[in-house]
């Protein structure tokens, strides 16, 4: 169920796409909500943003607050059954964007972070220890949760060229690294692409029809500075990447990882909307018994769209395809 | 059939209400958007203007209800109380027990008021249990003519049911209503036109107390929506068939 605060001139309104009456009563007043998602920056690493688009609310939910207000503070919330277990998705600023006989439609903007790191800066240590420094109070300002981070942690070795998004600048390093990083209110996570970040076994009473196995072109030759690392495919795509380090060996070893990232199968995993939101990072396993053969799979989750129109959340991520 | 229309209540006070779900809930058009009790026993007062005849419940969670009709100054009893039983158990057959949920509604007619009253409304729940009531409405019940034998009665499911990948289906209930639709003749120049053009037409869609037979089972009320409006047939010289759709609201 999806549960929605908006503060609409200094007065939280509790609304939802259908009447739900738990410790208050949410009312049903959105029309539409355009599916939002989580997606990663690339397929082998990087930062999982979060993709808002608008929001169309039945025009009498304003009939107090008449015109619309133009912007709202809103905080999107996830349930399967109370108000208490319910999960946040989103907390941000609606800003109108259109108006008619039936609806108020609003965009929806996130926290922005515009902070940069100068050019000529130099970081030598180890991963964590850079996205900690880039998550400082001069910088993003956020808390690092580096729990599911790969160890020991890689060395990162390499002077900033020209000013860059603190941003931009972690989610390059971490993509370099094969790791995703993804923000959960004042907390950036680092999770390691090769690892888990929670797992999660379902069964085919968990996911609906139509879920799609993948395989992308395969990358022959991997290059980022002055290195280059030629894959097992002699065909295929080639890839060039900057480097975040300036040792052959250390190059070559990310490189490595982010070729056997690319290389695996991709699965689109369509579930219905029921219990906790899967994090990036989280490894989901099945058995799926209705291809030729009974097949074992898993995929670590990359990117995460919900639609709360169709009940349905669909999960994307690289994994391993097996038979039983 | 009845219509409850106008509507009469100015205002509504219970002598407890939970902060999130107060006693106004009960004058919108939501059923499910409750006026909530803090026990199992409250009361609610109903203070209406001008001329009345009937009050009608939807979404109640009571085991039993006792309404009293007095005077606007709470002095003098009109209408002595009257208790009726929710709880719903029949046993008109002999070998099937409807021991289904409760009724969720209640009309009552309780007979011409031609001046401001006020109707007070005892709730009872079971122990262990919170009084609930989603819609009230009280004020002038139009008496019709039951509608023909053809009269529909069905459910609209809003569910949401999906195919999984073996082929099993994932279930979301939700919530599932109740329609009716039937044909009523009417006395063309009085009933016709004041249902379509003083009622209907006034009001659209927007939804209505209704009790679509006479008869005693609770089961009959229903707040419902002009699902689609009314059409008529001036068929006699006099009297006209109409055709009714109505969507229970939630």
Known sequence: MLLIEMTINGAVNYISQ????????WEPKIMQFDPPRYDIAHDYGGYVSPRFGSISLFPDLFEDDWPPPISCAITIKYTATTEGAAETLFTGIAHLSQLDIGQVKYDLYGPSYITTTAGA????????????????????????????????????????????????????????????????????????????????????????????????????????????????YPYGNELTLAAYHDTGANVDDCLDDIMTVL??????????????????????????ESLAVDTDMYIRTRSVRYDFDREEITVEGEGAIAAT | MKVIYPERISSVLADEANANY????????????????????????????????????????????TITVKNAAETATLVAAQEFDLKGTDTYLEFIQDLGENWTQ????????????VVIIDFEAAAGEIVEAGVIRCGLAIDFLDPGFQLQEGLKDYSIVKQLNNGAIYIRKRDTVRSFAGTVTMERDREFYFLVRDIVQAVG?????????????????????????????????????IKFNLLEVI
């Open chain 1, 263 to 288: 290389h695996k199968p991709r699965v689109r995993l369509k579930m219905p909307l029921l219990g906790s939101l899967p994090v990036p990072g989280k490894k989901i396993s099945w058995t799926d």
């Open chain 2, 106 to 117: 209640l009309w009552y007619d309780y007979g011409y008021q031609s001046d401001p009253i």
């Open chain 2, 22 to 65: 107060p006693d106004d809930n009960v004058l919108d058009n939501h059923p499910k958007k409750v006026w909530k009790a803090t026990s199992k026993d409250a009361q609610m007062k109903l203070t209406c203007t001008g001329a009345t005849n009937a009050v009608a419940l939807f979404n109640v969670t009571a085991d039993k209800i």
């Open chain 2, 205 to 241: 869609p927007q939804p209505l107390a209704w009790r679509i037979t006479d008869l005693d089972n609770y089961d009959w009320a229903v707040f419902a929506m002009a699902d689609k409006m009314p059409s008529g047939t001036h068929n006699r010289p006099d009297h006209s068939d």
């Open chain 1, 18 to 25: 259908e009447g739900i009456a738990l410790t208050y009563f």
């Open chain 1, 121 to 232: 800066t130099a970081f030598n240590d180890t991963l964590v220890n850079v996205v900690t420094a880039l998550c400082g109070g001069a910088h993003l300002n956020l808390t690092l949760d580096s729990t599911a981070a790969r160890g020991p942690s890689p060395n990162v070795n390499f002077t900033v060229s020209g000013d860059q998004l603190d941003i931009d600048l972690v989610s390059a390093i971490a993509a370099f690294y094969t790791h995703l990083i993804y923000i959960s209110g004042s907390t950036l996570y680092l999770v390691d692409m090769l690892g888990d970040n929670g797992t999660e076994t379902i069964t085919e009473f968990d996911y609906l029809q139509g879920t799609t196995y993948e395989y992308q072109t395969p990358v022959s030759l991997a290059r980022a500075g002055d290195r280059a690392q030629a894959s097992g």
